[in-house]
């Protein structure tokens, strides 16, 4: 039994309102890029704050859980860089704005980024797993994923972080993204009940299991989608 079974529900409430404050300020954030379109630095900019943010809270409270979870969130967006190099090179749809330091195909701040975004999802989705049973918890965090980051492509395009095209699109955002993206969320849940029961070393292993499924959901919503 881990120690995280015996946390204060004051320290769980107090992680779910830190988490849902972050995800509405990084909202507020490129909603608002969107309107200006500077590149780079504002996408650069926020995801230090949110990571700052992350370590910030993660010190002040001795949250050993989120850092667990900050060690996935890492871990699977470095892995992601596959997901983006494939998204450029092999489909043709993605394309990053110029401007900053790139590493294989994406923008340095893009790992961090990832990390930032599913350390959101993660908790969210961790909370509705102990109010829900597994399937309709991972059902809820897919469906919130499918809206919460196309939103995050949605406004790209206005902040010239990145664009997409060649695809069947929905405003901004192809429907394979989207499609993607919810199957991306969908095993959240799982995995954070994995990360609850195992070794803190896991935590950095199932994130990169977790960035290799970002590459295969995409994949396969690609394929479905185009």
């Known amino acids: 039994m881990t120690a995280f079974l ?10 779910i309102k830190f988490v849902l404050f972050t995800l509405a300020l990084s909202v507020a954030w490129i909603f ?23 370590l910030l809270y993660i010190y002040r409270y001795r949250d050993l859980w989120l850092g ?12 992601e860089l596959l997901a983006d190099r494939w998204l ?25 980024a990832w990390a930032n975004v599913l350390v959101q999802l993660a908790c969210l989705g961790w909370w509705l797993s102990n109010r829900f049973n597994l399937p ?18 949605q406004w790209a395009n206005g902040a010239n972080w990145w664009f997409y095209g060649n695809a069947h699109m929905i405003g901004n955002t192809p ?10 969320v969908l ?3 799982a995995l954070m009940r994995l990360a609850q029961k195992a070794p803190a070393a896991w935590s950095p292993l199932l994130g990169i299991a977790q960035g290799l ?13 185009g």
Do not use: C, D, K
């Not at 890029?33 to 990571?51: D, E, K, P, R």
């Not at 667990?68 to 892995?79: Q, Y």
């Not at 429907?175 to 991306?184: A, D, N, T, V």
């Open 6 to 15: 015996q946390e204060s529900t004051e320290s769980a409430n107090r992680r």
């Open 32 to 54: 608002s890029s969107s309107f200006l379109g500077w590149g780079w630095v504002t996408a650069a900019t926020i995801t230090l704050i949110i990571l700052s943010l992350n």
């Open 68 to 79: 667990h979870i900050l060690l996935f969130g890492l871990a699977a967006g470095w892995t």
């Open 88 to 112: 450029v090179e092999v489909t043709g749809t993605l394309t990053y704005a110029p401007g900053g330091p790139f590493v294989l195909r994406s923008p340095l701040y893009m790992p961090f």
């Open 136 to 153: 309709l918890a991972s059902l809820l965090i897919g469906l919130f994923g499918a809206v919460n980051i196309p939103l995050y492509e």
């Open 175 to 184: 429907w394979y993204i989207i499609g993607g993206e919810f199957l991306i």
């Open 187 to 189: 095993t959240l849940p």
């Open 213 to 225: 499924w970002i590459w295969a959901a995409y994949a396969l919503a690609y394929a479905l989608i």
